[in-house]
């Protein structure tokens, strides 16, 4: 009896371990994206993304650059293409050993490392020069911080959008809107 209750303690502590990452639900006015984030890989970039998550930052921004072949990108624009405000930017962490592959979500930034702050991309093909490869200006790479679990029918619908010229962008946006219309969070450790 006591061997029973010694492997049920065992079993029990195994299964909090393994516990399940956290995940979000992007909701988009094409349909829904499920995403898991791994906080133990990418702790500042998970917090920060959850944070804007947790503010509804998100609501009814849209995926304002899409490109076949390649991402679709979000998260930083209203529907009238007029950026919104930020809060202070956040250590790259694109050294964490995840890569930019197809369906993995990773952070949008300048030419500057350690510059994202809200906006972030999925991945629709391997784009292994985002990867982090040194820490230099060109070495850093895009932090990758997650993966889509469901729904990579509706990003490949979105990333195959036509688009063009709008606002201050000179292509790449999608000529219909891609509404977020919110990301909510569906798990947390």
């Known amino acids: 009896m006591i061997r029973f209750f010694a492997a049920l303690i ?20 094409l349909g829904a994206i499920t995403v898991e984030l791994y ?8 917090e920060n993304f959850l944070s804007y998550v947790n503010d509804g930052f998100y609501n009814g921004t849209i995926f304002h650059r899409v490109i076949a072949n390649f991402m679709i990108q979000g998260g930083g624009f209203d529907q009238t293409l007029t950026q919104k405000p930020t809060k202070q930017p956040i250590e790259n962490e694109a050294a964490n050993g995840l890569r930019n592959e ?3 979500i990773a952070m949008a930034r300048t030419s500057d490392p350690h510059s ?13 020069f985002l990867n982090h490869t040194a820490p230099t200006i060109q070495g850093y790479g895009y932090t990758v911080f997650g993966k889509v679990t469901e729904g990579m029918e509706v990003v490949n619908k979105i990333a195959t959008t036509p688009t063009g010229a709008n606002g201050i962008f000179a292509s790449d946006v999608p000529k219909n809107r891609v509404v977020i219309e919110s990301i909510e ?5």
Not at 10 to 19: P, Q, R, W
């Open 10 to 29: 065992i079993l029990m502590t195994s299964m909090t371990l393994v516990a399940a990452q956290p995940a979000v639900k992007i909701n988009t006015n």
């Open 39 to 46: 906080p133990e890989k990418a702790p500042k970039t998970v």
């Open 102 to 104: 197809v369906g993995t």
């Open 116 to 128: 994202a702050t809200t906006q972030f991309f999925i991945n629709v093909a391997n784009n292994t």
């Open 185 to 189: 969070l569906l798990s947390s450790p």
